[in-house]
């Protein structure tokens, strides 16, 4: 597992708060027709091509710091995991595979600010598939969550954190099941959401090499001389 450095466990209005001052003062934040031909046998239809693999998150708000109407609890949710999925897309599950890790930039951190972006490209196997990309074949979304906890302010959001899980399973040389994990620290801005800080968490488990496995032992006859 990889995961970035371990923060302290604030309550969401502090930990919001004090990483939102941080990021106004260091700038990183943005603000056909009928014939009388004999008939003909109709053409066999071509097989369907496979859609591509999407993220759509099951989104949910769980707590709110501060006065904010319940009216409006699934509109926020649903509107922080937009800009959650775009990365989420972006960074593990779009585009074809297998390719190159120089293919990952910062296009990869859709919705991420400036000062965000170039934290995560140092964290690229992390925040990305990057390093996986050229040992696998395509992807499957097996699930994935962002559970939102919202500060508010006379009734309009000034910051959330969101809890994200995303399980998908790559195929190919390296099939294997992916689970990323952690928060997004987030500020709105005029027509969206931001990123300006983050805790992720990575797993990995390699799908079992069948030729590796223990052959199993011969279970005794049971014959008696």
Known sequence: ??????????S???????????AFLSGSVALTGCGGDAEKPAASPSPSPTPAPTV?????????????PRSRHQA?????????????????VGGDYPRATSTFTAKSFPGFSQGTIAQAGKQMSLMSNATIAPHIDGVQVVA?????DLLANNNYPVGAVARIRLVYDTTGERESRQIVRGTLD??????????FGFNITREEKLALDPSSA???SPSPSGDKS
Do not use: C, E
């Not at 759509?56 to 904010?68: C, D, R, Y």
């Not at 994935?144 to 939102?148: A, K, L, M, N, R």
């Open 56 to 68: 759509k998150s099951a989104a949910k708000l769980i707590h709110v710091q501060g006065k904010f």
């Open 214 to 216: 223990p052959s199993a």
């Open 186 to 195: 987030m500020v709105p801005t005029k027509t969206s959401w931001a990123v």
């Open 144 to 148: 994935s969550d962002v559970h939102v």
């Open 1 to 10: 597992m990889t995961s970035s450095s371990t923060k302290p466990r604030w």
């Open 76 to 92: 926020v949710a649903a509107n922080v995991a937009k800009v959650v999925d775009r990365w989420l897309q972006a960074a593990y």
């Open 12 to 22: 969401t209005s502090r930990r919001v708060a004090t990483a939102l001052t941080a």
